[in-house]
T-cell receptor, first 115, second 112 residues
């Protein structure tokens, strides 16, 4: 029961480099989400996807790109990393949008440091 | 901008006591509310959800919702050291593409 997995778990990169964080879920959940978590800001939604080939912006999408060619994968790409993108990134999935007690399941997180 | 507000803490309670965690929200359209627990270095996990005014109990946990006051709380009875974590409040407004909005979390410390 792999659930939802993220890779890499830890990454150090340089300013200006492109970085891709991978997210894979084995439940065939329709909805997938990318959040970032920073001290003092809590969890903020970057992008979400309702199904394969359907994505939409969240609260803080600037500087990020997502794709969803397959239901189980939802990679997040930082096109040109900046120090302000140093954060913990959580991928999550749900078989609904979170209504009626349907749980949103989080991956273990990816710690990204941009130097 | 719709917000969910929480006191960052830390909230310190002795073992066996009741811990009371509070949350206010600004979006009157919010319909569902969630409490997540997050241990240091770990991902959030759902512990309670509540949709109707009043209380909802699950074991040692009770969630309380007052939509008129836009207030949600989580009570933890017989607090244990293992309850020490950050508790995140979140709300869901189906009118905004059903995206969860999280508070910044309250850190709870249960002391021996």
């Amino acid at each position: 029961d792999a659930g939802i997995t993220q890779s890499p778990r830890y990454k150090i990169t340089e300013t200006g480099r492109q970085v891709t964080l991978m997210c894979h879920q084995t439940w065939s959940h329709s909805y997938m989400f990318w959040y970032r978590q920073d001290l003092g800001h809590g969890l903020r939604l970057i992008y979400y996807s309702a199904a394969a080939d359907i994505t939409d912006k969240g609260e803080v999408p600037d500087g990020y790109v997502v794709s969803r060619s397959k239901t189980e994968n939802f990679p997040l790409t930082l096109e040109s990393a900046t120090r302000s993108q140093t954060s913990v990134y959580f991928c999550a999935s749900s078989d609904s949008q979170g209504l009626s007690g349907n749980t949103i399941y989080f991956g273990e997180g990816s710690w990204l440091t941009v130097v | 901008q719709k917000e969910v507000e929480q006191n960052s803490g830390p909230l310190s309670v002795p073992e066996g006591a009741i811990a009371s965690l509070n949350c206010t929200y600004s979006d009157r359209g919010s319909q569902s509310f969630f409490w997540y627990r997050q241990y240091s270095g770990k991902s959030p996990e759902l512990i309670m959800s509540i949709y109707s005014n009043g209380d909802k109990e699950d074991g040692r946990f009770t969630a309380q919702l007052n939509k008129a006051s836009q207030y949600v709380s989580l009570l933890i009875r017989d607090s244990q050291p293992s309850d020490s974590a950050t508790y995140l409040c979140a709300d869901l407004n189906t009118g905004t593409a059903s995206k969860l909005t999280f508070g910044t979390g309250t850190r709870l410390q249960v002391t021996l």
